[in-house]
């Protein structure tokens, strides 16, 4: 549940408990300066690592290094749609352009 906080008394081996109250599977997320408390999220990783949340949200000033295969970024200069890498050399923009692997054999250039 989004906004609960929850607390842990330390015990020096590095568990976390919480309230049996705690959403499963939700990421945990520090609150406050101490870094003592931490609390649940609407966000969460289930068993197969697959993540859900409500809404991503994409920096409007992404640092982008080199090209990562599936990675997704927000791109300003197309208008605010994020872009999705395909390929070391090529990104395509959601909504905007697709990717599609083909085989010429007509020995002919297709152009884009």
Do not use: W
Not at 20 to 37: C, F, P, V
Not at 90 to 108: D, H, M, P, Q, R
């Amino acid at each position: 549940m989004s906004g609960t906080t929850l607390s842990a008394t330390a015990t020096g081996n590095g568990d976390v408990v919480g309230p049996s109250s705690s959403t499963d599977n939700a990421i945990a997320r520090y609150d406050l300066a101490t870094g003592k408390l931490i609390q649940d999220s609407s966000a969460s990783v289930d068993d197969n690592g697959s993540v859900s949340a409500n809404t991503i949200k994409l920096s409007a000033t992404p640092t982008v290094g080199a090209p990562i295969i599936g990675e997704i970024y927000y791109n300003s200069a197309e208008g605010g749609l994020p872009e999705y890498k395909v390929s070391t050399a090529s990104s395509i923009t959601l909504g905007a352009e697709f990717y599609c692997i083909v085989v010429n054999k007509t020995g002919v250039q297709i152009n884009d």
